[in-house]
């Protein structure tokens, strides 16, 4: 009898950690309860999860971890462990938004609406971006029933909307005014008319003034708030002092702005003389943090197009072009980054291999990123590191659709590696791959 609780009990106490187990793992249910110690554990074993998207929506984890109103370390956590703040889902709503309708706490829709922001024209741009319902973070405040969440999205900026304040309880019904009370009331009313209207427009006029006030101040940043920054001309561009700054690890504005997708810092920040070419201290440059963390196609341009050297290696031996095959889901990345590039360059067909190989991308990202490198002329049966890059296909893919794409374009699934092994061998240890008929006919190529 003790030996069958002592196995029920060990049973139980094993579930929260099955829930989790690396090949299983329930990322709904883990941004909905999972510990900070477990979500830490999530994002360790798997390095596409900042990136990885769920439902048909296609939220990433930090937008599941928002709209489930965790606490501002899981969510600094999350932001921590690169999930992007400037995502979008299928119907462009952002992290920010997700913040605004479902969050209790006004300080994760600080840190959300500041993460990677260099200048505060930048946050309120964040704050005001819309939907393709054209909802902005505002109009998903008004949804939240804690007030001072959409208080705090007026401290960056205004609501375009106008101020909303969310109706009063309804109160009990007052006593009724006894006869002469609503009689004195009503002459008071009747005399006061004219002096209230004059006293109204004075009001209007005053009201307008201050409005005008607000307008000016919140459209630029003033590092002392108690008066409003001076306008720069609408023709010029605003003048920042340092625009090489870095912190102690030699990361700069520029990296940041990439970093984090923002268009207009970036801009801005080349406008006035940031040098695209400055590294880290890991040798990462700008277009290197835009390339890994960002799909923005923009700021790619922007940066090659003020001289940024896209033949450039860090310290780990990483380029553009390998990180962009690997993490990018926005192929036309690649594309550009393959101008005048050579199928008998290494790094391409290197690039080609990790194309094939990342799990960051779905199914029809990754063909289409694999489509570039056979519309190049792409070798298909070359060895790099002894294997095929079918057998790769079949070693790390997790669908069978990449089998195919590269079968129909030439490669032969007979080929075999120093050790006998043909692409079937690497498919059959396989646990992801279907066994389907592109799996089966692997094996009837021997």
Known sequence: MKKKFLFVFLLAALIPAA??????????????????????????????????????????FLMLALKNDRDIDIISLCLEKESNPSAKTKEGKTPLMYA?????????????????IVLKRSRDARVLQKDKSGMDSFAYARMNPEYSVYQKLTEYTEDPQGLYVPEPPAQETADVPTTEAAQNSEQTASVSADSNSNEQ????????????????????????????????PANKTEYIENPNAADKNGVTLLMRAAKAGNDW?????????????????????????????????????????????????????????????????????????LKNRSVSEDEVFRAFIFAITGNSSSDHIREAKIKLF????????????????????????????????????????????????????????????????????????N
């Open 374 to 445: 056979l519309d190049m002329g792409i070798p298909l049966n070359r060895l790099w590191k002894g294997q095929t890059p079918l057998m790769y296909a079949a070693q790390y893919g997790k669908s069978t659709l990449v089998l195919k794409q590269l079968i129909d374009a030439g490669a032969n699934p007979a080929l075999q590696d120093e050790n006998g092994n043909t692409a079937f061998e690497y498919a059959k240890a396989n646990k992801n791959l279907a066994h389907d008929d592109i799996y089966w006919s692997l094996n009837g190529a």
């Open 100 to 116: 605004a309708q479902y969050s209790s706490d006004q300080n994760v829709i600080d840190l959300v609406s500041k993460y990677g």
């Open 19 to 60: 829930m989790y187990a690396k090949d299983n793992v329930d990322y709904e249910l883990l941004a909905k309860q999972g510990t900070e110690a477990e979500i830490r554990q999530a994002f360790k074993e798997n390095r596409n999860l900042s990136t990885q998207v769920f439902g048909t929506s296609r939220e990433t």
């Open 201 to 232: 427009n004075a009001s209007n006029a005053k009201q307008a003034e201050i409005q005008q006030y607000a307008s000016a101040f919140l459209l630029d940043y003033a590092e002392n708030e108690d008066k409003p920054a001076e306008q720069p």
């Open 265 to 337: 810092d970036v801009n801005l920040l080349l406008k006035n003389g940031a040098d695209v070419n400055l590294r880290d201290k890991d040798g990462w440059t700008a277009l290197m943090y835009a390339v890994r963390y960002q799909n923005n196609l923009n700021i790619l341009n922007m940066l090659i197009e003020n001289a940024a050297y896209i033949r450039v290696r860090n310290k780990f031996n990483a380029t553009p072009l390998l990180m962009a095959a690997d993490y990018s889901q926005n192929p036309e990345i690649i594309s550009v980054l």
